[in-house]
């Protein structure tokens, strides 16, 4: 008998995740608003700009986003941004990653473990 | 406050160091955060090593890349084979049309070695004696000003191989079967041939490191012919065939160049005895005269090879 073969899900880094949470988050994501909330999401930690840019590259490569050129702006020195958004795949993946976490959520809940607040 | 302003020569010096498909963007996130201050270059020279990783591990072909850095470590040592990774490495970064077909791969290693070659061929010139020391004695063993065309085909058939794991659209060609048998027979033929060369050189020893070299370097072509590379002919699968027939005219290609290689020695040597500068004009020279007819007569094999594939009007595979 046959069977069905579930998706493959991309097992995400932990600055994947917080990188694709905050393309999830935007509604105009690119370089600077992306960088912006990783930061915010990832504080008090600093977030390298590049170390951003780089895991964009990755994952586009991976399927998991997508991006395409805007017209060249002048307040970027007639520059074009490059915007980004989920694929399936991101959104897949994510969707697992955050399960996960929650899994781990309610162990430590369950273990009777405070919250500091 | 008002930050003082980044030259402009400084800026546009630093953002060419910026892999060209990555640039705009990145420069213009950086404008429109700081202007064109000095924390706009700061800024800029922190990225460029995080895109320069990023383009290398989108644009670098690992197998082809390990090959090449194992044989470079082996032939050079560790100083200059580091010095050619990194090159490679970096050549990676900077290409623009992502991840490169075979024939840019093998074309890219040729060059490399080659070019490693030649520098090391002038630095011993130069200063035979105490200049890169530890290399210059593990060159001076293997005869380096013969080995230079000896690099060429080894790199060659190192990419030939790992590029020909690479797949293919697959397509029905008519004629599979009779057309798999004739790519069989020139790959006995093409082995055949190869000992030919070898049988003479072994017994004439003009030069023995050369030949010892020389004599490895077609034993593994002629192996590889009549085992690994060798076209099967049970094979049904046309794509496969398609791809196995262009790594058959890679690999003639490579069968020639050997076919070239005592016309090589013979030249290396008679300029090498000149001394100085001559030989070192007629060590680099004769190879690449050499190697552009190899290229020519390969270029036009190619050609047959294209209007053959054309004749053999490909249809869409029905299973």
Same mark, same amino acid.
């Given at each position: ?13 932990? +600055? ?10 935007? !509604? ?39 991006? =395409? ?16 958004? #989920? ?18 959520? !309610? ?11 | ?48 090593? +995080? ?9 670098? +072909? ?34 623009? !049309? ?47 000003? +013969? ?8 790199? /060659? #058939? ?36 190869? #000992?030919?060369?070898?049988?003479? *050189? ?17 034993? *593994? ?22 791809? *196995? *027939? ?12 050997? =076919? ?30 050499? /190697? ?28």
């Amino acid at each position: 008998m046959g069977y069905r073969k579930s998706p493959v899900v991309e097992n995400l880094g932990q +600055f994947e995740q917080v990188v694709l949470t905050a393309i999830l988050a935007l !509604d105009d994501a690119y370089g600077v608003t992306i960088h912006a909330k990783v930061e915010a999401l990832s504080h008090p930690r600093k977030v390298a700009r590049g170390a951003v840019y780089a895991t964009l590259d990755r994952m586009e490569d991976k399927g998991l986003i997508a991006s =395409w050129l805007s017209e060249p702006k002048a307040e970027r020195g007639g520059r074009a941004r490059r915007h980004y958004r #989920l694929e399936k795949a991101g959104e897949r993946a994510l969707r697992e990653s955050a399960r996960n976490a929650q899994r781990l959520i !309610d162990t430590i809940a369950a273990a009777g473990l405070a919250w500091k607040k | 406050v008002e930050e003082i302003a980044a030259p402009v020569w400084l800026r546009h010096g630093a953002l060419g160091l910026v892999p060209a498909d990555m640039r705009d963007a990145i420069a213009g996130d950086l404008e429109e955060v700081y202007g064109a201050s000095w924390r706009y270059l700061i800024q800029l020279l922190l990225v460029i090593p +995080f895109a320069l990783a990023g383009r290398m591990r989108r644009n670098l +072909f690992l197998p082809t890349f390990l090959a090449q850095a194992v044989l470079a470590w082996l032939l050079f040592g560790p100083m200059l084979a580091a010095l050619l990774g990194a090159g490679l490495l970096i050549f990676a970064a900077y290409r623009a !049309d992502g991840a490169p077909s075979e024939k840019r791969v093998v074309a890219e290693a040729c060059a490399f070695a080659y070019g490693a070659t030649i520098l090391i061929q002038t630095a011993t010139l130069a200063a035979p004696h105490d200049w890169l020391p530890l290399t210059h004695q593990r060159l001076a063993g293997l005869q380096l000003f +013969f080995l230079a065309p000896f690099l060429l085909p080894v790199f /060659c #058939l190192f990419g030939a191989a790992m590029v020909a794991r690479r797949g293919e659209g697959r397509v029905v060609l008519p004629d599979f079967r009779q057309a798999l048998q004739n790519a069989a027979r020139r790959d006995v033929l093409g082995a055949g041939g190869l #000992l030919l060369v070898l049988v003479p *050189l072994w017994r004439d020893r003009p030069l023995s490191d050369v030949t010892a070299v020389l004599t490895l370097t077609n034993g *593994l072509v002629a192996i590889w012919l009549l085992a690994g590379g060798r076209t099967a002919v049970g094979d049904d699968d046309s794509g496969r065939y398609r791809r *196995l *027939l262009q790594r058959q005219h890679r690999l003639r290609g490579l069968v020639w160049w050997l =076919w070239g290689m005592p016309l090589a020695v013979w030249m290396q040597g008679w300029f090498a005895a000149r001394g100085g500068v001559m030989a070192m004009i007629g060590t680099t020279v004769a190879p690449l005269l050499l /190697c552009y007819v190899l290229l020519a007569v390969s270029r036009e094999e190619a050609v047959a090879l294209r209007d053959r594939m054309v004749r053999l009007r490909p249809t869409r595979a029905s299973y």
